[in-house]
Structures are given as C-alpha cells and as structure tokens.
T-cell receptor, first 112, second 111 residues
Framework: DAGVTQSPTHLIKTRGQQVTLRCSPKSGHDTVSWYQQALGQGPQFIFQ???????QRGNFPDRFSGHQFPNYSSELNVNALLLGDSALYLC???????????FGPGTRLLVL | EDKVVQSPLSLVVHEGDTVTLNCSYE??????LLWYKQEKKAPTFLFMLTSSGIEKKSGRLSSILDKKELSSILNITATQTGDSAIYLC???????????FGTGTRLQVFP
C-alpha cells in the first residue's frame, strides 16, 4: 500500500523565483492538504484540495497556489519567493470528510 | 483565534522513564484531536480521539481526551531511545477539515 509521496525532497531557490512541489496521495485517498512547517514550529495549514477544487484556505498570501489533478495528485506553487518561505512543506492525504490525515515525507525548501 | 498549545516544549529523560505530554486547545468547532510523532520529516499518525473515543492505547503509548478541560495527554511508559522525536498535537476544526497544530514537544531519551 503506497503511502503519500512528495517530490523533490530538497530544493534551493533564490528570492523572487518560483517553485512547484508535487504530492501523490495515499492509495484510495481523494483529499490533499498542504502545510508549511517552519523550523521549531508546528505545521501551518495552507490549503486543501478535493475534486480538483480548493476547498479551504489558511492565512497564506495569493503567492501560494495549488492544483489537484484527476488522479488526485496535487501541486503547490509558490511565486516570488521570500526568505521567509524557507520551510518544510508537507502534503497530507485523507478520505473526504475523514479526520485522519496521513503525511508525506515533505519537501525542504531553502530560499537564499 | 483557534489555537493549540503543547507543554513542555522539550523533555529529556533516561530509558525506562515514563513521560506525560500535554496538549490544550481553544478551537471553535472541535471535531477530533490527533497525535503525531515526527522523527525526521513525515509526521506519523499515532492516535485520534473524539467525543466517542476519549481513550486510546497502543503498546507503551496511551492518550486521553478531556473534553471538559479542553485538553489531552499522551503517556509513554518504559521509554526507549527510539521514542526520541517531536510529538505533535493537532485539532481537526470541523467546519474546515483543517488540522490546527501545536508547536510540538521535543522528547529526547538517553540510554
């Protein structure tokens, strides 16, 4: 049973650049949520996708956008990168309206 | 504003000790409380507690939800070095399905 997978594992970008992170949900799951985890902090909710639509959004600027594909995989895009965007980006998948979310290994983004 | 607070922030113990991690929450529309263990990157699911399931146990780990006090504890008995990790508490906000996390408790178990 394949768990949640994310790519790439690490990424280094410079300020002003754009980045795309990818996530494949656990087999059978249809909902994908994205979280940002800064060093020493708990994960912060960015947004959630279900049926290819953004269903919920946290307190993140419009520079953060996403997409969900028909096979339920998802992308997170961040434009005009800032130093403060450096963090671990976690993807979590779940079944619609079920509470338990399962996390992928994350993508560690460093913005220089 | 919804929030989840964990204590202590950090804990250092010796193998064999028993530890108790605390989590309190103020969330408008509480649906469930979840505990995760984060060793390197991916938080791994431990327990989910709801109004209909306020106590869970798995091996040396157990957790209780106190809905009156808006809190939960995670107990680990006979700790091992492999228990060293960050333990995250999260509350599922029922209106949005988002998880609201605390900052975590870093547990270090020394031989």
């Amino acid at each position: 049973d394949a768990g949640v997978t994310q790519s790439p594992t690490h990424l280094i970008k410079t300020r002003g650049q754009q980045v795309t992170l990818r996530c494949s949900p656990k087999s059978g799951h249809d909902t994908v949520s994205w979280y940002q985890q800064a060093l020493g902090q708990g994960p912060q909710f960015i947004f959630q996708y279900y049926e290819e639509e953004e269903r919920q959004r946290g307190n993140f600027p419009d520079r953060f956008s996403g997409h969900q594909f028909p096979n339920y995989s998802s992308e997170l895009n961040v434009n005009a990168l800032l130093l403060g965007d450096s963090a671990l980006y976690l993807c979590a998948s779940s079944l619609d309206r079920e509470e338990t979310q399962y996390f992928g290994p994350g993508t560690r983004l460093l913005v220089l | 504003e919804d929030k989840v607070v964990q204590s202590p922030l950090s804990l250092v113990v010796h193998e064999g000790d028993t530890v108790t991690l605390n989590c309190s929450y103020e969330v408008t529309n509480f649906r469930s409380l979840l505990w995760y263990k984060q060793e390197k990157k991916a938080p791994t699911f431990l327990f989910m507690l709801t109004s209909s399931g306020i106590e869970k146990k798995s091996g040396r780990l157990s957790s209780i939800l106190d809905k009156k006090e808006l809190s939960s504890i995670l107990n680990i008995t006979a700790t091992q070095t492999g228990d060293s990790a960050i333990y995250l508490c999260a509350v599922d906000e029922g209106n949005t399905d988002k998880l609201i996390f605390g900052t975590g408790t870093r547990l270090q178990v020394f031989p």
